[in-house]
T-cell receptor, first 114, second 109 residues
Framework: KAGVTQTPRYLIKTRGQQVTLSCSPI?????VSWYQQTPGQGLQFLFE???????NKGNFPGRFSGRQFSNSRSEMNVSTLELGDSALYLC?????????????FGPGTRLTVL | GQQVMQIPQYQHVQEGEDFTTYCNSS?????IQWYKQRPGGHPVFLIQ?????EVKKQKRLTFQFGEAKKNSSLHITATQTTDVGTYFC?????????FGAGTRLTVKP
């Protein structure tokens, strides 16, 4: 069974631009969660989608948004990029939502904002 | 802030020494999970604990879930250089998965 895939793997953007990251979960998984990982802040929860509905959102500004499609693939968008948005963005898929099931992580997208 | 607290933040050991990381939650958890992230990699699931007082072993790794289901620990016996990485605990909090800040383990050969 194929693992979680994320595209692109690396991105370089400048301040003020916007970016869209994509995540394809493991086949059969309907829950997709997004995390931001920085050296100083660890893994910070962004949001979780289950069956195309956003179940929860972490403490991030409205510039961070996401969606999930009917095939469970998910995208996250960051608008008006700031230097502090530079981070590794990880998505994870699971069978059940809400932290009740094992999360399988993708390799991440490394975003650098200049 | 982190709802799941993890200590220590860093641990440097000599190969062959033991290592323990601790995880504490402000609320009772239905389950706790442990993940390992190698340098340059992504978190990989190690184990899930569900029952109060549960103890599980994976070779040199021993995982415990506290009686009150608010704390957990991961103990590695006789560390090896392959154990290098960051170990995270995680649990359902407020309807989604929240991760501890992680314990970064380095091993000197």
């Amino acid at each position: 069974k194929a693992g979680v895939t994320q595209t692109p793997r690396y991105l370089i953007k400048t301040r003020g631009q916007q970016v869209t990251l994509s995540c394809s979960p493991i086949s059969g998984h309907r829950s997709v969660s997004w995390y931001q990982q920085t050296p100083g802040q660890g893994l910070q929860f962004l949001f979780e989608y289950f069956s195309e509905t956003q179940r929860n959102k972490g403490n991030f500004p409205g510039r961070f948004s996401g969606r999930q499609f009917s095939n469970s693939r998910s995208e996250m968008n960051v608008s008006t990029l700031e230097l502090g948005d530079s981070a590794l963005y990880l998505c994870a898929s699971s069978l059940a939502p809400g932290g009740l099931d094992t999360q399988y992580f993708g390799p991440g997208t490394r975003l650098t904002v200049l | 802030g982190q709802q799941v607290m993890q200590i220590p933040q860093y641990q440097h050991v000599q190969e062959g020494e033991d290592f323990t990381t601790y995880c504490n939650s402000s609320t009772t958890l239905s389950n706790i999970q442990w993940y390992k992230q190698r340098p340059g990699g992504h978190p990989v699931f190690l184990i899930q604990l569900v029952k109060s007082g549960e103890v599980k072993k994976q070779k040199r790794l021993t995982f415990q879930f506290g009686e009150a289901k608010k704390n957990s620990s991961l103990h590695i016996t006789a560390t090896q250089t392959t154990d290098v990485g960051t170990y995270f605990c995680a649990g359902p909090w407020g309807g989604d998965m929240r991760f501890g800040a992680g314990t970064r383990l380095t091993v000197k050969p």
